[in-house]
């Protein structure tokens, strides 16, 4: 299977995750609006959510996937299999651990990342809600485990399609429980928390039939003596000892998150939420895009590395940085020049008023002068990640955590909310650049041929795209249409933006069917 079919794969898949996303974002946002207890809600689901990103897609997928893939190229089938029992064993065993400690801290850790809510209530709910859903990491932690797996053996479609289920789970309580706790006297908000859990559970339970189908489902010990011995299995520790910088080099990308929370829970009631929903909006290509690239590329190249095959190793960096560069720039376009509609367009119904919008838009801006940044680290990480090295980017990460607060000091009192937007795009574009000079410097990469012409290419398209949706945002005052003329304006308008950006580059000689069989 090409690289680029893979990547299509696991691009549906994800568009049909954001796609019923952003229905249970636009349901949440129609029904409870913008307010103290969805500040509440949004601090305490993101909790388990950092935790999931350290342990289960961070850091360590980071260092379980290359050390899989080198596995099986190496030392055959059998061993693989026992090396993934292994490392099940020693990750359920630690999973339980942290679930019983997150739950008994959920005090302190709602008090590390909003320590600036305003009212006991506020802080008391986000506590409750914090314990309910905390066990949610160790289910995604194991669907990161199998999802490693099944990846490493180019099964993509399972792994990527799971996360619908938790969007359904949301939607489900957002529609019908919220309701019936109505009720019952209870704040609706709480059903989301079980509607989470029910996600969590259903997206473990889908991946046991992929793992069985393939014989690669793990065996759990559940004895002392079966962890001691997972324990003492090499793959294991090696896979422990590139978690350590990997770990630092995620911890400080989610405690980058965890300041920017705490410094937005003092800001104005809502902006908590306001960088919710603009987070979301930007997730649509970082996941449709980089996410997707990278959990196809990650396996490639530590397979790639292994063989000392570098000519292929630099041949599929290429490949993705150039996809980057043609699907991640007209995205950034879009969000610059086209905010406003776009928030307007999904978001302005129900209890989300016309103030909520233009607050969304502020830090969408922020985000999208970022994309391009974000999106490109989701390829230029893995090709350190083929080679076992986790400590150039955690160096890279640190530096620019320490930028990205710098950049705070000075755009927040201005910006507010949006202010913390603005520096977590300013430091992707950073952290992105050093990347990608490091692999050039140590001769990991080389670029192809033609990257000059291409790029301006491509830039001439974005230029013309930007005067396109610049003048569609000023034709309308898209807050006073109605929601079916807005959404029929966006669709109109996002047909155009595609036929002048794709028609400009086949203008110009851009060669699309090549790049994408490549």
Known sequence: MSLFKSASIVSLMTLASRVTGLVRDLLMASIFGANALTDAFNVAFRIPNLFRRLFAEGAFSQAFVPVLAASRAQEGEERTRQLISNVATVLAWALLLVCVLGVLGAPVLVWLLASGFQNQGETAAAVLMTRWMFPYIGFMSLVALSSGVLNTYKHFAVPAATPVLLNICMIVAAWLLAPWFARQGIEPIYAMCAGVMAGGVLQLTVQI????????????????????????????????????????????????????????SYLAPG??????????????????LGVALGVVLTPQLAAARAAGDSQRYSQMLDWGLRLVLLLALPCAVGLLAFAQPLVATLFHRGALHGGDVQQIALALVGYGVG?????????????????????????????VLVLTQALNVLLVPRLQHAGLAWSIGLGALVNAGWLLVGLLRRGAYQPGSGWLKYFFQVLLACGLLAALLLWLGQRWDWLALGQWQRAGWMAASLLASAAVYFGALLATGVRLRSLFRR
């Open 209 to 264: 039939p992929a793992l069985r189908r393939r014989g690669l489902l793990p065996r759990l010990g559940c004895s002392p003596a079966a962890l001691r011995t997972a324990w003492a299995d090499g793959g294991v520790r090696r896979i422990l000892q590139l978690m350590a910088p990997a770990l630092l080099g995620v911890g400080v990308a989610q405690l980058s998150l965890m300041i920017n929370t705490q410094i937005a």
């Open 271 to 288: 902006s908590v939420t306001w960088l919710f929903y603009a987070d979301r909006l930007m997730e649509f290509p970082t996941a449709l």
């Open 371 to 399: 994309l391009l940044g974000l999106v490109a680290i989701k390829v230029l990480a893995p090709g350190y990640f083929a080679s076992q090295d986790m400590r150039t980017p955690v160096k890279i990460a640190v530096v």
